[in-house]
């Protein structure tokens, strides 16, 4: 018999991060939507947001859709910052080789989703596709060519002036990073998979973890490329994309923990 999550939470975790606003418990968006789940955030008291790559959606705790906004595609995953959302933004090509990519960070008032400014990131070279805000400064991450080695990670300060572009000595990753997070010490980095064909083998999703300088960095074999959540003290909700055909994408947050062996860890099957 499966044992509840309640139960397992009380064996294995210490209470949630207050400044969260969240419960350690799964949460479903409610609705279909026309495209993928590509990040999500909170604002840590009574929101959720979810990017759903051409709809900004924004849920109460428990998923019941409060605002929504259709949006350019394509907009990636998010952050929460100072009353204020933060999206990275694509309008041109991802992985080019050639950089023919439009990169920018959108700003939306968290509270009606009305967009406040663009600023253009163009050196985000391959696609700006996820976005973390730490101790005054924005990480902006994104696409990435299949015959690069490392992964590029963008700094910003709060004003988005550029500061530095960091290379990621984690290895190649299937199309980049797609979701960014910093939390317990460590910046957090989700990246797809690929499945199995009749010309290549399949290749599992991978999570990048890195030191606050992003010098030390440490991979793993976990599907974070929806959309990281921290809560603290070693908790997370981890977003999973979904669909329901002829309707549309969904998504849902899944409580996971910390793992020193596997990076972050699920607490249920999902």
């Not at 998923?63 to 694509?90: E, I, M, P, R, Y």
């Not at 530095?164 to 984690?170: N, V, W």
């Not at 190649?172 to 990246?191: E, R």
């Not at 809560?231 to 549309?248: C, M, N, Y």
């Amino acid at each position: 018999m499966r044992t509840p999550l309640c139960i397992l939470t009380t064996l294995f975790l210490l209470p949630a991060s207050a400044d969260a606003g969240l419960d350690f418990l799964p949460v479903a968006c409610e609705g279909t939507y026309p495209q993928h789940l590509q990040g999500v955030c909170t604002d840590g008291k009574g929101a959720i947001y979810w990017s759903f790559t051409t709809r900004l959606v924004k849920t109460d705790l428990g998923g019941k859709v409060l605002k929504q906004v259709d949006v350019a595609t394509h907009h990636g995953d998010l952050d929460f910052h100072d009353g204020k959302l933060f999206v990275a933004v694509n309008l041109g090509k991802f992985n080019d080789p050639k950089g023919n990519a439009d990169s920018w960070v959108y700003v939306y008032d968290a509270d009606d989703l009305a967009c406040l400014a663009k600023h253009k990131t163009p050196e985000a070279f391959h696609g700006a596709g996820g976005i973390a805000f730490h101790e005054g400064r924005f990480l902006v991450v994104g696409g990435l060519p299949d015959d690069v080695n490392e992964n590029y990670v963008y700094e910003y300060d709060a004003d988005f002036h550029f500061l530095k572009k960091h290379a990621l000595a984690g290895g190649h990753t299937q199309l980049g990073i797609q979701t960014a997070a910093f939390a317990d010490g460590s910046w957090w980095f989700g990246c797809y998979g690929k499945a199995k064909t009749d010309a290549a083998p399949a290749k599992p999703p991978i999570l990048l973890k890195a030191d606050p300088s992003l010098t030390k960095v440490e991979r793993f074999e976990f599907d974070a490329s929806y959309g990281i959540l921290p809560l603290g003290a070693g908790q997370f909700l981890i977003a999973r994309d979904g669909s329901i055909p002829g309707k549309g994408r969904t998504g849902k947050l899944t409580p996971a923990v910390a793992d020193e062996r596997r990076g972050l860890r699920f607490l249920e099957k999902h």
